[in-house]
């Protein structure tokens, strides 16, 4: 039983999520569709001049035959086809990650020189933490305090946006709090140099429609 609402419910999230995608395929082949019939009414009307002027003896029957094998070939000039759209839905995403591998390759902002080898000891605070993405209109934390203890587990869930990605990039510090501390061992994460923090952690996003 519990089978079938797993697979009930991941079906239901699994086509709410397509639905998007979906609607803008359906767009676009309508698009495509419209595009068709004008192309072919334009091949149509063509091979009519040309019928006319061979009518009325204003073109030989060698210029028809070398004009007519030309038109389905001029069709193709200017159109749109799947791989056009994949190509450019690639194209799309090279600006974002430019600004990745920028941000990657940066040092941390108020990087420390102290080693954040063998830590935590002890655990993680996270001390009155604020956060809020550039732009953003509402903070994604405020306030937060979170005791992580060493040696211990702790299972975050919540939905899309709770803040779970968040918090993680704060605590691997991706990015940084706009409000308060993270603290390892009592240190301020800041005073630790930031690639020797890195390399002590390790993400592991495991998304099952069970836990939702």
Known sequence: MLR???????????????????????????RALLFSVVVAAMYVAGAGLLAVAAWHHDIGLGTVAVMLPMLPSTMQVGGVSAADVTLESMLAS??????????????????????????????IRFEAVGYRYPGGGRSVYQGLDLELTAGRSLALVGGNGAGKTTLVTLLARLRE????????????????????????????NRTSAATR
């Open 177 to 204: 709090p706009v409000a308060g501390r993270i603290t390892v061992d009592g240190i301020d994460l800041r005073d630790l140099d930031a690639r020797s923090w890195q390399r002590q952690v390790a993400v592991v």
């Open 94 to 123: 090279v600006p974002d990650l430019d600004e990745l591998v920028t941000r990657l390759r940066a040092p941390a902002t108020g990087s420390g020189a102290g080693s954040a080898a063998d830590r935590p000891a002890r655990g």
């Open 4 to 30: 079938g609402v797993v697979l009930d419910r991941h079906r239901d999230k699994w086509l709410t999520g397509m639905e998007p995608p979906w609607r803008q395929m359906r767009h676009f082949r309508n």
